[in-house]
Each structure stands twice: as C-alpha cells, then as structure tokens.
C-alpha cells in the first residue's frame, strides 16, 4: 500500500494529508511520509474504542464519521487509505454515495488506495471447495472461511449477512472435529467462526469488474498489486485516481 502510494506521490514527498477508512492498525500506523497527519474515521464507537491507536511518531486523531459524510473539506485530503473499507459497505448504492463522497474530498492529484477482498468472476461451487480442503489445499481457516463467504455473493449486490457465513459452514463442515483432524487446525481458530453466529453486519465482495464499474463516474483503477499469502489472487490492493471532472 505504501508503495503504490509513494509510487504517485513521491518518495521524497513529506505533509501529506492521510484520511483512514476504518480504524484497522497496520494501515493507521503504517511509515508515511515525515510531517503527514493521519486522520481515521470509522461510525462505531465499539470499534474504535476497541481498535483504534494512534501512530507512533506522526500526528493522528480518529474521528466517528460516516464515510458517505465526511467532516473534511473538498479537495483537503492527498490519501484515502483502508483495509477492505469498500467490502464493508452493504450495498452498491452505499459504495457509490461513499466513492462519490471520497472523491469530493480528495485533491485531484490524490489517491485511493485499499486493499480489497475480490470474488472470483465465476462464483465456486461449495462442493469444489469441500474437496479442496480434503486435499489439503486450503491452508488456513481463515482462507476457508473468505471462500464460503464469496461464494454466498451470487446476488446482484454480491453482498452477504454474516450469520449466512456461520450456517454454510456447519451445514458443509457439520463435523469440527473430523475438520480439525483432517486439516491441522485448532479447534481455537475453527471457533472463531462463532463470532459470525448472529451477526447482521453485511459484507460485499466485488469482483475486479464490479469495482471498476462502480467506480467509473468518479475513479479509474491505476494498478492492482498481488500480495504473495495464500487467496493472493483475491486479495490485491487496489490503487484508484479521481477524475479531473464528473458529469453533474
Ligand atoms: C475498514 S473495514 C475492514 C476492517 C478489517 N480490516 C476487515 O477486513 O475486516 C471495517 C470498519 O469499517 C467501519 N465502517 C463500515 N461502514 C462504514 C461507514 N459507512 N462509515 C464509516 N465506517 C464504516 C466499521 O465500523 C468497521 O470498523
């Protein structure tokens, strides 16, 4: 992220005006440029309370903001940043009232720059999955868990309740222990799927195409960067430039 950043904006550039989507540490506390301030801006409380740190050696302050009204002027922000900000959203008319707000925020020569969990173009089948963990070819829980939830997205919206993740795994894994056995994890790690028991909260996985349709009256994709983990594929970050103008 900080690369594809620094890439548009200069290694030797210093003061930039760095806005978080998210309160998410690694992308808060990352080495941006000396003098930058970084302002992150989440609308739960909980999280923030429970989440938020400020950066250890630049000036940073958290703000409980909605991202589709942001207390920023227009054109007062150099970077957008944040981890999987736009998957959060539950609607593609929520993520278009947000990318139309971020780009009345952003300066014209700024960035937006999120690493994104991308659903495969052609949904995979729970079957295909199933056999690919006894096959050994899912490595972690975690990576399990990414894939039933992309292949819950197959509505127009590509979006999924998070209690729907919790039931498509105990009806394809009904057995934990046969899982953990087979697989090598830990019944601690297995278990945090119980976290996705009654959660309302909704999840959108874009395709690399949505994205870019979404974002088209207001951003072009400047570059996709693959990180080299397990989904890599899936998890790319995702550097967009606003347009000069955009149709009234
Ligand atoms: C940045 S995202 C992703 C965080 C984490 N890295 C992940 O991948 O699951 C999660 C955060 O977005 C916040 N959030 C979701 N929609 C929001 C919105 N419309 N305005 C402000 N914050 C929002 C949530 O409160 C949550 O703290």
């Known amino acids: 992220m900080r690369a594809a950043i620094l890439g548009r904006h200069g290694e030797d550039l210093q003061g930039l005006q760095v ?9 808060v506390g990352l080495a941006w440029p000396l003098a930058s301030t970084i302002r992150a801006f989440d609308h739960s ?8 740190r400020p950066h250890p050696t630049l000036a940073s302050e958290v703000c409980l903001a909605d991202w589709s009204g942001l207390p920023l002027a227009s054109g007062s922000v150099d970077v957008f940043a944040g981890d999987n900000s736009l998957g959060a959203l539950p609607t593609f008319v929520t993520c278009q009232n947000v990318l139309r707000e971020l780009h009345r ?19 995979e089948s729970f079957a295909s999955i199933s056999e690919d963990v006894a096959h050994g070819r899912v490595l972690s829980f975690h990576a ?17 309740v998070v209690h729907r993740i919790f039931q498509c795994f105990e009806s394809v894994f009904p057995d934990r222990l046969a899982l953990a056995r087979m697989t090598g994890w830990s019944a601690e790690v297995i278990n945090t799927i119980d976290v996705y028991r009654d959660s ?36 790319p970050t995702v550097t967009l430039v606003p347009h000069a103008s955009v149709a009234p």
């Open 45 to 52: 409380a909980d999280m923030v309370r429970k989440v938020w």
């Open 200 to 235: 309302d909260t909704v999840y959108t996985f874009f395709t690399i195409a949505s994205l870019r349709r979404l974002a088209m009256p207001w951003f072009s994709v400047q570059s996709i960067q693959y990180p080299d983990y397990e989904l890599a594929a899936r998890c």
């Open 19 to 27: 806005a978080v989507l998210g309160v998410t540490p690694e992308v």
């Open 105 to 123: 925020v952003l300066k014209r020569s700024g960035t937006l720059c999120l690493r994104c969990f991308i659903a495969p173009e052609v949904p």
């Open 144 to 160: 399990l868990k990414w894939r039933l939830a992309m292949a819950l997205c197959t509505g127009p919206d590509q979006n999924v």
